[in-house]
């Protein structure tokens, strides 16, 4: 396999011009697919036997959630490569990324409890996957809080990304603890997604909404990593050029 | 400097410093009377709950001693020479936290009898209670010393420290407290004895690394 | 579609007011990180221009 792609990654230079092209694009088709799903599973996939049309939560609780366990699995890479390699742009990735991270989280945390009122009677439930998106987003607050607190900006970026991979070494630990955790304490309900199969009208819409909610955040990360690399490199002669020459 | 008068300088320096693992010490009290003042003083909410009490105020207190174990030599400048002294720095790490371990843990664990008898635990549960806490707290101190590493340039890292670490000690509470439970019930508890032991198995060979490289960082 | 009517599709049933407070929340906090990070790099590339010109002129 050819790695070359993945070295001119590592180049500042290369990846603001490489996101310069990719960034619309990811957004432009994230954005559609984003609002097509989501428009579908609001308005035409058809209601949910038990649940009626509070289902329909689903087509941004699942995106946003599956969208905050990426974002620390990419954490957890980029610090395994920052600390490994050394890597100029994983510190700026996993800058960039965090916040989108708590973000995701908290959108999955909130519509998950609104989704939890009309159907377990109740806001907040000990659900294992509502816990452990809550122990995601205290996850992400975490790093995000050492990543403010510390002023050194080398320290701070080797403190994210030792965090980051502890973090991603004890993410599936976590995960099966409050699992195994919650099955030795929930009383007797029956879980959101709990249907073997969904019908094909409700799943496609959920696929079209998560893999647009994967471009929608996929370019507002590359553009978090572009203001990034221009405060890393502003002394260097590319940027300067691509400013004077390409600026607002 | 050797491995083994490194070894020697740290038991004398707890030595002289009781207090730290006195102030943890009273800290664990506090944290537990806090339960029966705040919830309730009755029996029948303090036993099944005293395991996870106990496991909380052991968790909050390990991360307080540890948060300044890095401290004192890092103000001093001893911490960069154990850098540059060119032994391996997560071994000492390892030793480092090795004595504080037993200066925090062995009071504790003397302590544990009486303290659960003041939340009503009977001695069988009082067995497996000590059990967890032998095979858990070294996960603790391992988890933390990367929190404390990390933080250790910062004037009031505690708090910090506390945020980021707090989240990764879920699973050891939730195996012991699940591990008591499951002896309050009479039911088996040897798994989840031996998830604990794994994790503080692997956290035996993770931590110490990561805690070196936090601290080549805060040096430099 | 799934609903005859405009005002079926805003009740949802009568789980309207969950659905709805869902998404309205979402797209807030959506918008909110698209404007927030797009302006700040608009402003840092500003900021680096102004720097560069005013480093240029002297």
Redesign the interface.
């Known amino acids: 396999m050819n790695w070359i792609w993945f070295h001119k990654l590592g180049s500042p230079k290369w990846f603001f011009q490489w996101a310069n092209k990719w960034s619309k694009f990811a957004f432009v088709i994230g954005l559609v697919m984003l609002v097509v799903g989501i428009a579908w599973g609001l308005g035409f996939a058809p209601a949910d036997y038990q649940q009626g049309n509070s289902f329909r939560i689903i087509y941004i609780h699942v995106p946003s959630a599956i969208l905050a366990q990426s974002c620390y699995l990419g954490l957890g890479v980029a610090g395994l490569v920052s600390l490994v390699w050394r890597m100029k742009m994983a510190p700026v990735f996993i800058k960039a990324v965090a916040p989108l991270g708590a973000v995701m989280a908290v959108i999955a945390l909130i519509s998950g409890a609104i989704w939890g009122k009309p159907t377990w009677g109740a806001w907040w439930v000990w659900d294992a996957r509502l816990t452990s998106v809550l122990i995601l987003f205290l996850l992400y607050m975490g790093v995000i809080a050492i990543q403010n607190s510390l002023d050194d900006m080398q320290l701070a970026d080797k403190a994210v990304a030792v965090i980051s991979v502890v973090g991603l070494i004890n993410l599936p630990i976590i995960k099966y603890s409050v699992e195994w955790w919650n099955t030795l304490h929930q009383p007797a309900t029956f879980t959101i997604t709990a249907k073997p199969a969904m019908p094909m009208e409700m799943w496609l819409p959920l696929l079209l909404s998560t893999l647009g909610m994967y471009g929608f955040i996929a370019a507002i990360a590359m553009w978090r990593m572009q203001t990034e690399v221009l405060v890393r490199e502003h002394r260097s002669n590319w940027v300067k050029k691509e400013i004077l020459d390409n600026g607002i | 400097m050797t491995y083994s008068s490194f070894f020697y300088s740290e038991i004398l320096a707890i030595f002289r410093r009781k207090q730290d693992a006195v102030n943890a010490l009273v800290f664990f009290l506090l944290v537990i009377t806090l339960f029966p003042l705040g919830v309730s003083p009755s029996k029948e909410f303090l036993q099944p709950a005293a395991g996870g009490i106990i496991w909380c105020a052991v968790a909050l207190a390990v991360l307080m001693s540890v948060e300044g174990m890095f401290k004192e030599d890092y103000n001093d400048g001893s911490l960069e020479q154990l850098v540059v002294s060119g032994l391996y720095l997560p071994v000492l790490v390892l030793l480092k936290l090795a004595v504080h371990w037993f200066a925090i843990m062995l009071p504790l664990l003397v302590l544990t009898p009486i303290l659960s008898q003041m939340l009503f635990i009977n001695w069988e549960i009082l067995w497996v209670l000590i059990l967890t806490l032998i095979l858990g707290s070294p996960a603790l101190f391992l988890i933390g010393t990367i929190g404390a590493a990390l933080t250790v340039s910062l004037r009031r890292g505690a708090v910090l420290m506390l945020l980021i670490i707090l989240p990764f000690y879920l699973p050891v509470i939730i195996f012991s407290t699940g591990a008591i439970a499951a002896a309050q019930v009479g039911q088996p508890y040897n798994g989840q004895l031996a998830i604990l032991g794994a994790i503080s198995l692997m956290t035996l060979t993770l931590s110490p690394i990561m805690a070196a490289v936090s601290i080549k960082a805060s040096v430099n | ?3 005859e009517s405009i005002n079926e ?1 805003i009740s ?5 007011p ?2 709805w ?3 309205g ?2 797209l807030i ?2 918008l ?3 404007f927030a ?2 302006k ?3 402003n ?3 900021r ?2 102004q ?3 005013r480093e240029q002129k002297s």
């Open positions: 579609m799934a609903f599709f949802m049933g009568t789980h309207g969950y659905v407070s869902v998404y929340i979402s906090l959506l909110g990180s698209y990070s797009v700040a790099k608009k840092q590339i500003k680096l221009k720097r560069y010109l």
